[in-house]
């Protein structure tokens, strides 16, 4: 049956580790959907990839029942994982950490196009490579 | 405790770099709100000493955007100050027990109530999607049920879900019910459902695509799901029914409600009733066996 949607929240959590603290307390209790049982199926999905940041849409219903998937890592953890990297540059501008390569910025830019407004593989590989520079991260030719 | 709630209001363009850097900072998740062009990250941090060397690091870090060729306007910072509740407990309250037709009363299991001899008691902890007993159609379903169950009734429920309607299948009488659903993670969540109301030795589960796992005879058959896969359900329903065995459909917006009454008497059927509430429309039907 089609359900009333009542509002979707997105948020970026770590893997296998969110608990009702915020941010999933209070952007959830204004729906009144089950927090607990959202967290233990959330991390329950995701415990494969313990500690990884990962994004996950919940749609909530009028009835307050939900439903939630988990979408593609965000394009920093994305661009880390590339660079072997386990922080950005605290000084982007200034001190460089890591390099990655313009084939590596399409790869990203690929499997985040479909979470972007886009469908410009170009201005996603744009993006790709604005947040690499704001993490200290070089892009190589 | 008290917790610091810092929002970066900012393009999408500069979001995901905003975004890594509040986790570089000790966030550890995330709202994104996007309100395009402009998208706002909400991140909390215990309120101590170091929010506001966060919220400075933060102007910085904005400032600094333009130089990776990335545009961050409006890039505005605000805080405020969240005290701690208990989000796990709130949304309880949103559940009181509830009773449904002449006799079903739907409750959580937190709830511990008594009930009147006639009455018949569902427990059932709202959850992932499916069935709470507060959306209308599962209402109309429970209500068409009290009408159609009969005493050692063979029932199939068609997208059970929850297992809800299954569960009063088997409370109001029913000997058997064959309680089927095409989404897998359904299923043990009506398996837990079932084994709460003591019920596993009426209630069978099983996945499966519609009417195709069914075995034998059935003398109710209910579909609480969509119009679009009740139509081309309907002209099937025969084969599984037993002579004058009926049928519940539920799951119908108003506007289509026509459209499924022509599909149920053109396959032999008689609508013996239609009930809405809301904008829903559920329907109780009888097959008449040709003769």
Redesign the interface.
């Known amino acids: 049956?089609?359900?009333k949607v009542a509002g979707i929240?997105?948020?970026?959590?770590?893997s296998g580790?969110?608990?009702?603290?915020?941010?999933?307390?209070?952007?959830?209790?204004p729906y009144?959907?089950?927090?607990?049982?959202f967290i233990k199926?959330f991390n329950a999905r995701t415990q494969d990839q313990q500690g990884l940041?990962v994004?996950t849409v919940v749609?909530c219903?009028a009835?307050?029942?939900?439903?939630f998937e988990v979408k593609s890592p965000?394009?920093?953890?994305l661009l880390k994982q590339a660079a072997k990297l386990a922080?950005?540059s605290g000084e982007?501008?200034r001190t460089k950490v890591a390099s990655v390569t313009q084939p590596q910025i399409q790869e990203i830019a690929q499997t985040k196009l479909p979470d972007?407004?886009t469908t410009s593989l170009e201005s996603a590989m744009?993006?790709?490579?604005?947040?690499a520079?704001?993490?200290g991260i070089t892009v190589s030719e | 405790m008290k917790w610091a709630q810092v929002t970066v209001t900012t393009s999408q363009e500069a979001s995901d770099a905003v975004a890594n850097y509040l986790f570089e900072l000790g966030a550890t998740g995330l709202e994104v709100k996007e309100e395009l062009p402009a998208v706002a990250l909400i991140s909390y941090f215990p309120l101590d000493d170091l929010v506001g060397g966060h919220v400075q690091n933060l102007r910085r870090f904005l400032d600094s955007l333009p130089g990776a060729g990335i545009d961050a306007v409006p890039a505005e910072v605000s805080l405020k100050c969240v005290e701690e509740e208990n989000w796990s407990e709130q949304w309880r309250s949103a559940f009181p027990p509830q009773k449904i037709g002449q006799r079903l009363i739907i409750t959580p299991t937190w709830h511990h109530i008594t009930t009147e001899p006639s009455e018949i008691l569902i427990q059932l902890d709202p959850g992932m999607a499916f069935g709470t007993g507060q959306h209308p159609t599962t209402q109309l379903s429970i209500q068409l049920l009290e009408e159609a169950v009969t005493g050692n009734a063979r029932v199939a429920d068609i997208g059970t879900g929850s297992g809800i309607l299954a569960i009063a299948a088997a409370k109001l009488g029913a000997k058997r019910v064959d309680a089927v659903d095409l989404d897998t993670t359904a299923i043990p969540i009506a398996q837990r459902n079932v084994q709460l109301n003591d019920v596993t030795s009426i209630v069978h589960l099983r996945p499966g695509d519609g009417l195709q796992v069914l075995d034998g005879t059935y003398n109710l058959i209910i579909a609480n799901i969509l119009t679009k896969v009740i139509l081309p359900m309907i002209p099937q329903c025969p084969q599984f029914l037993k002579p004058d065995g009926r049928l519940i459909l539920s799951g119908i917006m108003a506007s289509e409600a026509p459209q499924v009454e022509d599909q149920l008497q053109a396959n032999g059927f008689r609508c013996l009733k239609i009930q809405q509430q809301e904008e829903w429309v559920g329907m109780l039907a009888a097959w008449v066996k040709p003769t």
């Not at chain 1, 580790?17 to 209790?29: D, I, K, R």
């Open positions: 049956m089609a359900k929240v997105k948020l970026q959590l770590l580790q969110a608990t009702p603290n915020p941010p999933v307390g209070p952007s959830l209790a009144m959907v089950n927090i607990p049982e199926s940041i994004t749609t219903y009835d307050r029942s939900f439903t965000p394009t920093a953890v922080k950005g982007p501008n972007l407004n744009r993006m790709v490579a604005g947040t520079r704001s993490m």
